[in-house]
Nanobody
Framework: QVQLVESGGGLVQAGDSLRLSCAAS????????MGWFRQAPGKEREFVAA????????YYTDSAKGQFIASRDNVKNTVYLQMNSLKPEDTAVYYC?????????????????????WGQGTQVTVSS
């Protein structure tokens, strides 16, 4: 069992940066690949980024490349999402999720059922 708690969301202006954190319980954090997803009102949950257990390989959706950076600290059992140059369209609830084992392709990273555990989400609102 892994429990995930996100933090770091808030209300910011366009162009600002935020760093989301996701703290995981348990002693096997390093065995899990971690993903970040978001869900805007009236829209489906969508993949943003993921970081694999294997060599910390990262995957991003096209819109996140160059704007968001996923990282992890296996000592602190925490995964991060650094979000830069935020835009109003980045407004959403952001969720972290854990998938046992390595993610080997971006298709696998995007696959919602691949992830077993989910956090409760943190709201990010970007004003124009």
């Amino acid at each position: 069992q892994v429990q995930l708690v996100e933090s770091g969301g808030g209300l910011v202006q366009a162009g600002d940066s935020l760093r989301l954190s996701c703290a995981a319980s348990g002693r096997t954090f390093s065995s899990y690949s971690m993903g970040w997803f978001r869900q805007a009102p009236g829209k489906e949950r969508e993949f943003v980024a993921a970081i694999s257990t294997y060599a910390g390989v990262t995957y991003y959706t096209d819109s996140a490349k160059g704007q968001f950076i996923a990282s992890r600290d296996n000592v602190k059992n925490t995964v991060y999402l650094q979000m830069n140059s935020l835009k109003p369209e980045d407004t959403a609830v952001y969720y972290c999720a854990a998938a046992l084992g390595s993610l080997l392709t971006v298709a696998e990273a995007k696959n919602v059922p691949r992830y077993t555990y989910w956090g409760q989400g943190t709201q990010v609102t970007v004003s124009s």
